[in-house]
């Protein structure tokens, strides 16, 4: 019996981590001119990846903080159609996602197969054993605290950003108070332990969890993300399922950091987890 690899027509480095192509011309021809803005947009070649690999057509998969919507991808070809369900708490990410389902309804995808949430997921979790599947990759804690304000929107980092977007669309990326880039780390990892344990209970038996998330440099100590959200999902009642690296490329954070000089990290992992 052959046994599947993850993302397996994709070539590694010499550390074994895989090397996606570049998803510009790709989602240039799925969605609007104007969710290219995200600063952090998940590789959708790594999505589909994930996608693949743990889904089957008819599958429901949840991203629950899915910012302009690139997990819309899972619904094409019509044919093996996986459903998604997409919550987003910053109203203007949630706009995005409007115009760009309907992207997609043009090209036949039936409005049942993508349904969009505006608000914190843990407004709307647990759904007990409702999804088969989730992938997501959660924000950094503190992102979005630059300056002396918390959240200062005339901030050269968020102009730079978001360039061309106006104040008010700014207030409204920033979310509600839950908006877990506006937290402290502290604070963050409380309530990402709470989001895990509701994402577990969302889950069906043997349903799946993919978390991608890049490990952080803080004071020139890198701070090791990853493993924080393997013990945290393991506690919540999770097995791990799989563990891979990916190189990854300049997002807008990225490259606003290498700028001002600060080390930077040049690997992404790919944390898979199962519910028993």
């Known amino acids: 019996m052959?046994?599947?690899?993850?993302?397996?027509?994709?070539?590694?480095?010499?550390?074994?981590?895989?090397?996606?192509?570049?998803d510009v011309e790709w989602r240039k021809s799925l969605f609007s001119a104007e969710s290219m803005a995200h600063p952090a947009k998940m590789n959708l070649h790594l999505q589909q990846s994930i996608i693949d690999f743990v889904s089957k057509p008819g599958d429901k998969i949840l991203d629950p903080m899915s910012g302009t919507g690139s997990l819309m991808i899972a619904v094409l070809p019509v044919e093996q159609a996986r459903?998604?369900?997409?919550?987003?708490?910053?109203?203007?990410f949630h706009y995005l996602q409007r115009q760009n389902k309907e992207l997609f309804l043009a090209k036949g995808v039936p409005d049942a197969n993508i349904t969009l949430l505006h608000g914190p997921c843990q407004e709307y979790l647990p759904l007990p054993e409702f999804f088969d599947h989730i992938i997501f990759s959660p924000p950094y804690a503190d992102m979005l605290n630059h300056g002396d304000n918390a959240a200062?929107?005339?901030?050269?980092?968020?102009k730079s950003m978001f360039p061309g977007w106006s104040h008010e669309s700014l207030q409204d990326y920033l979310g509600s108070?839950?908006?877990?880039?506006?937290?402290?780390?502290?604070?963050?990892?409380?309530?990402?332990?709470?989001?895990?344990?509701?994402?577990?209970?969302?889950?069906?038996?043997?349903?799946?969890?993919?978390?991608?998330?890049?490990?952080?440099?803080?004071?020139g100590k890198?701070?090791?993300?990853?493993?924080?959200?393997?013990?945290?999902?393991?506690?919540?009642?999770?097995?791990?399922?799989?563990?891979?690296?990916?190189?990854?490329?300049?997002?807008?954070f990225k490259q606003r950091h290498k700028a001002q000089g600060h080390d930077t990290i040049d690997d992404e992992d790919i944390v898979g987890f199962r519910r028993p």
């Open 2 to 22: 052959s046994i599947k690899v993850f993302a397996q027509e994709h070539i590694r480095d010499e550390h074994g981590w895989i090397c996606f192509p570049r």
């Open 152 to 158: 200062d929107l005339k901030s050269d980092f968020m």
């Open 222 to 252: 890198r701070i090791e993300l990853s493993n924080w959200v393997m013990r945290t999902c393991i506690r919540a009642g999770f097995e791990l399922l799989f563990w891979e690296k990916r190189e990854c490329g300049n997002t807008g």
């Open 83 to 92: 459903s998604v369900y997409l919550i987003e708490d910053a109203l203007i």
């Open 177 to 219: 108070a839950k908006n877990l880039g506006r937290m402290q780390a502290f604070f963050y990892n409380q309530e990402m332990a709470k989001i895990y344990t509701l994402l577990f209970g969302s889950l069906r038996t043997e349903g799946t969890m993919t978390v991608v998330i890049r490990d952080q440099m803080r004071s």
